[in-house]
């Protein structure tokens, strides 16, 4: 809104209201195009068919530019992750490399503390 604009707590709820009939109408409309998909979920497919059918073209193009912007998103921190995981599981990795090494040092040290041992006796 425009700086200066004051809206009554009438006009609030009134809008509020309207909101509410707008999404369950559209989700109504949705719910249609995933039942003659014989699908209990509705997608963004069923959304934007429905925008279509309620006669809100203009909604359209905007909700597939922010579904292809939201899509982006998602994919990127899908991607994020699985990097984060790769890398978590390599310095695991590294870790349990590091853990054997130990363990073959010390016994190698055993080892050369009782052929030590040995050659004293």
């Known amino acids: 809104l ?3 604009v004051n809206i009554s707590k009438e006009a609030r709820s009134a809008i509020s209201r309207a909101a509410s009939v707008f999404v369950l109408y559209a989700t109504s409309c949705a719910n249609n195009f995933a039942v003659k998909g014989k699908r209990k979920t509705l997608n963004a ?5 429905a925008m279509e059918e309620m006669e809100f073209q203009r909604f359209v193009a905007p909700l597939k ?13 899908k991607e994020a992750r699985k990097d984060k995981d790769k890398k978590a599981d390599s310095e695991e990795q590294d ?7 130990d363990d073959d040092d010390e016994r ?5 503390q009782n052929d030590e041992e040995e050659v004293d006796n």
Do not use: A, F, I, W
């Not at 497919?45 to 068919?49: E, N, P, T």
């Not at 870790?95 to 090494?101: G, I, L, P």
């Not at 190698?108 to 050369?112: C, L, N, T, W």
């Open 45 to 49: 497919g069923d959304v934007l068919s």
């Open 108 to 112: 190698m040290e055993e080892e050369e």
């Open 65 to 77: 530019e922010s579904l292809e912007v939201y899509r982006r998103e998602q994919k990127g921190k």
């Open 2 to 4: 425009p700086d200066g």
């Open 95 to 101: 870790k349990s490399r590091e853990e054997d090494n």
